[in-house]
């Protein structure tokens, strides 16, 4: 039976709401989990952070979740979050608030970008969980999607009626519709699309390497059909990862955590994770 | 918990209160001085509820600069809250009720999106006002608005065979559960909901309530007007508001806590601070 303790941590941006959810037996190590922009709030889609939470605390390891600064019962102000502007003191102020000697940061997409960013600033930090962390990649959404989709699929899609109509008034629709059809027919010589790439902070490589220096371990998890994976191949056929990097690929699309089977699964790969680093 | 100062002049509580089948979370916004009234908030259902929240909160924090509490809660199955026991309404009418068991008497206004409306009118004295965002009104219209998403999100995952072929609502009954983008959609959330349909003692004499419409037309539907004559009728004061919004409910979040003047939720915020500061008028 693990206790829960609601609280609130002091930090520049205004006080942060953050949950304590403490096993039987607390031993000296703790884990913060940290969510993605998607909602901002520590419960994230279906409470699936709130229940990632209890089940690690169930395992004997302490876990903090929090409210990003100007989201959910948090205080302070948002207008957007920005993969080029992790909130890595956050995260260090929830850190510095956990009653334990080493800790594990987990991190959720811009969440992952923010822990990783602040596990080089903590020693204590042992082990880092980066589910869906985002690389610096040309790979556009648009790109992701049309690589899944296959032939006839974009075709009965883009044939329906109300597609159609759209794609006849709109020409950077017409445009797409045409070059991704084009790509599936093998038919395309090279990207058609120019949309702009996601602008990213390039945490990867060297702050990765700076903590497998000092002894951290550290996991990467993927879906494998979603955009952070493509970004990843892409980023490390150029700029491979030191091999003491685990990387764990969950079938099918985790990100944004948008059916209940890809939550679970999350929930059941950060477990393993967890225990294997014990 | 101690309270915090959240924003200046503005403290928040927060508790898990336990009930027999788990814990509610409920967060209590309220002035550093005194209190002249309070807001009770039933939140939507699912991933509106997600697109609402920070809505609830800004709207709390606004009233306590007025000088009323708000307060909020997550219902079981949601948020921060414990599992919910069965996923229906009934649970959701339970944690309401829960949530305001006991609080000290003060001026009660309530207010209720979508299906929180539904709760909300379940909970709430008919003594006390109520407001409604975007009411739900026709039940089955409802779920089939909300359960069309998995059509959309079957598309939008490439995966247009697994998009369902018969009624939505049908299929809802026939298979008890759904994953609607990550979200367990239970049919006897439907079910509870069908039955209290049309039966919720929401008029009584001289009660104020008002309905708000938030639509892309921002004009009220015909099924709103049509219950605010039912109201009427009834001899309550009723008065009907519409918002434009073209946020779907179902896709994306809305994570950020800035709006501007000309942002929809700014407008509807200040109707709602005004249409609360109205009633409260007669008692402060």
Not at chain 2, 175 to 186: A, C, K, P, Q, S
Request: proline content about 6%; aromatic content about 6%.
């Amino acid at each position: 039976m693990i206790k829960e303790e609601a609280y609130f941590v002091a930090s520049t941006e205004g006080p942060l709401f953050a949950v304590l959810a403490t096993p039987d037996s607390p031993g000296d190590r703790a884990m913060v989990l940290a969510g993605g922009g998607w909602t901002g709030s520590s419960s994230n889609r279906n409470s699936v952070l709130v229940r990632m939470a209890r089940e690690v605390a169930d395992t004997g390891l302490g876990t903090v979740r929090f409210d990003w600064h100007g989201t959910g019962e948090s205080g302070g102000t948002l207008d957007r979050f920005r993969l080029d502007q992790p909130f890595v003191d956050d995260v260090i102020a929830v850190a510095g608030s956990v009653p334990a000697t080493t800790l594990a940061l987990a991190g959720i997409c811009f969440g992952a970008l923010s822990v990783l960013g602040a596990a080089v600033a903590l020693p204590e930090v042992d082990h880092v969980v980066l589910i869906s962390l985002p690389f610096p990649s040309p790979i556009t959404k648009t790109d992701h999607k049309l690589d899944r989709l296959t032939l006839d699929t974009a075709i009965r899609m883009v044939t329906r009626p109300a597609v159609l109509r759209q794609v006849v008034t709109n020409r950077d629709l017409r445009t797409a519709a045409v070059a991704g059809v084009k790509r599936k027919m093998g038919l395309a010589r090279s990207r058609p699309l120019t949309l702009p790439a996601r602008s990213v902070t390039d945490l990867g490589v060297s702050t990765i390497t700076a903590l497998l220096e000092r002894g951290t371990r550290v996991d990467l998890v993927f879906g494998e059909q979603d955009l952070e994976y493509s970004t990843y191949l892409d980023y490390t056929a150029h700029t491979p990862l030191p091999p003491e990097v685990a990387v764990s690929i969950i079938p099918g699309d985790v990100s944004n955590f948008s059916t209940l089977e890809a939550q679970r699964r999350t929930i059941d790969t950060v477990l393993g994770l967890v225990n294997r680093a014990r | 918990m101690t309270p915090v100062v959240v924003t200046p002049g503005t403290a928040v509580e927060i508790a898990f209160t336990v009930t027999s089948r788990g814990r509610v979370f409920v967060v209590r916004t309220f002035p550093m001085g005194d209190v002249s009234g309070r807001l009770v908030v039933c939140a939507p259902f699912g991933a509106e509820a997600a697109r609402n929240y920070q809505r609830e909160v800004h709207l709390g924090r606004r009233l306590a600069a007025d000088g009323f509490e708000t307060i909020r809660f997550h219902y079981r199955g949601a948020g921060q809250s414990d599992p919910s026991p069965d996923g229906g309404i009934d649970a959701m009418i339970e944690d309401a009720a829960t949530t305001v068991d006991g609080l000290t008497p003060l001026p009660t206004f309530w207010l209720g999106t979508r299906l929180g409306g539904v709760v909300a009118a379940a909970v709430s004295p008919p003594s006390d006002a109520l407001m409604i965002w975007d009411p739900v009104i026709d039940v089955e219209g409802y779920f089939r608005e909300i359960l069309r998403a998995r059509v959309f999100s079957a598309f939008k995952h490439a995966k247009p065979d697994a998009a369902p072929r018969s009624d939505l609502v049908t299929d809802l009954v026939r298979l008890r559960r759904i994953d609607l983008l990550g979200y367990e959609v239970n049919a006897l959330l439907y079910e509870q909901t069908r039955r209290l349909e049309g039966t919720q003692p929401l008029s009584a004499p001289d009660r104020k309530i008002a309905l708000i419409d938030l639509n892309r037309r921002g004009e009220p539907r015909e099924e709103t007007l049509g219950l605010a004559s039912a109201l009427e009728a009834a001899g309550c004061r009723v008065r009907t508001e519409s918002v434009e919004f073209r946020e779907p409910w179902w896709y994306g979040a809305r994570a950020g806590s800035a709006a501007s003047t000309n942002d929809p939720t700014a407008r509807l915020l200040d109707l709602s601070r005004q249409v609360i500061l109205e009633w409260a008028e007669p008692t402060r």
